[in-house]
């Protein structure tokens, strides 16, 4: 595991919410098969947040396998910082109010 902290804001909080929702109204159960995907990815995105590639600036993102999500987060001093998981579907100019 990273020596740094992983914080999850309450944006992504809320976007992880709504998402969990979503998948599960649409199918029993796809809401947690989700949530699970989203936990293995931040568990990647702490144990080397390095690792995935940069979009702009120090903004990263790592994707979610088998959901269209990712993971956008920055490394602050010894934090990592969460602001987004977003669908690829919405509007990118959402993640820049985050900032």
């Known amino acids: 595991m990273s020596s740094l902290k992983l914080i999850i804001n309450p944006f992504a909080e809320l976007d992880l919410q709504v998402a969990y929702e979503w998948y599960d109204l649409k199918k029993?159960?796809?809401g947690k098969e989700f949530l699970n995907e989203v936990e293995i990815t931040l568990d990647r995105v702490h144990q080397n947040p390095h690792q995935f590639q940069k979009i702009k600036k120090?903004?990263?993102m790592a994707v979610v396998k088998h959901f269209p999500f990712g993971v956008f987060y920055f490394v602050k001093n010894d934090v990592i910082n969460v602001f987004a998981i977003f669908h690829f579907s919405r509007n990118p100019q959402n993640l820049k109010k985050r900032l």
């Open 28 to 30: 029993e159960g796809l």
């Open 58 to 60: 120090q903004i990263r």
